[in-house]
């Protein structure tokens, strides 16, 4: 069956930087769009980034220059890159495949002195 697995988040300091990793099992990842989303507390959930299966990209506006997402088809993986955090950028990260809209359980992230 299909399954997303993030890993890589934690706690950081603001101004810090943190890598996410979404492991992707049981479909072809190489040929679906990627992407990562966030939710704060109390929030609704948002895009954070896109990559597309041809590894074009898209960012929300307010992130561009600070995070990047890749994705590695070898591995069956794809990256969020994120560097200087701020308090705001708090929130519980998932990875999501665009084709069939499976999503995994996300991986929590506090940016906090």
């Known amino acids: 069956q299909v399954q997303l697995v993030e890993s890589g988040g934690g706690l950081v300091q603001p101004g810090g930087s943190l890598r996410l990793s979404c492991a992707a099992s049981g479909f072809t990842f190489s040929v679906y769009a990627m992407g990562w989303y966030r939710q704060a507390p109390g929030k609704e959930r948002e895009l954070v980034a896109q990559?597309?299966?041809?590894?074009?990209?898209y960012y929300a506006d307010s992130l561009k220059g600070r995070f990047t997402i890749s994705r590695d088809n070898a591995k069956n993986t794809v990256y969020l890159q994120m560097n200087s955090l701020k308090p705001e950028d708090t929130a519980v990260y998932y990875c999501?495949?665009?084709?069939?809209?499976?999503w995994g359980r996300g991986t929590q992230v506090t940016v906090s002195s």
């Open positions: 990559i597309l299966a041809s590894g074009g990209t």
């Open positions: 999501k495949q665009f084709g069939n809209a499976y």
